[in-house]
Nanobody, 124 residues
Framework: QLQVAESGGGLVQPGGSLRLSCLVS?????????IGWFRQAPGREREGLSW????????NYADSVKGRFIISRDIAMNTVYLQLNSLKPEDTAVYYC????????????????WGQGTQVTVSS
């Protein structure tokens, strides 16, 4: 059974960087899975940030993070990463990774397996 688990969150100053990890277990071929990153701030809806899929590692980003966040993966380690750069206080949220049921989407309803999330706090 496929499971995902996030790590790497923490407290960072504005302008700083973090790298989040999503360990995908129970999968034989990670490249055949769609893995997405999301975040949810208090009082706000869950927001899709980025996804990666396919043998070629096709990616997509939400406009809110395009140019600042970078998704990547290590097939051998069954891990998908989200590099967070130029962080702003409004990036403070719980960040989640999830397994998608389709072929590329930023809608949470298109994902069926979720991790517990990792807290990212951007503050001076």
């Amino acid at each position: 059974q496929l499971q995902v688990a996030e790590s790497g969150g923490g407290l960072v100053q504005p302008g700083g960087s973090l790298r989040l990890s999503c360990l995908v277990s129970g999968v034989r071929y990670l490249q055949f899975e769609t893995i997405g990153w999301f975040r949810q701030a208090p009082g706000r809806e869950r927001e899709g940030l980025s996804w990666i899929l396919g043998s070629g590692g096709r990616t997509n980003y939400a406009d809110s993070v395009k140019g600042r966040f970078i998704i990547s993966r290590d097939i051998a380690m069954n891990t998908v990463y989200l590099q967070l750069n130029s962080l702003k206080p409004e990036d403070t949220a719980v960040y989640y990774c999830a397994r998608g049921t389709g072929f590329g989407s930023l809608l949470p309803t298109d994902y069926d397996v979720w991790g517990q999330g990792t807290q990212v706090t951007v503050s001076s």
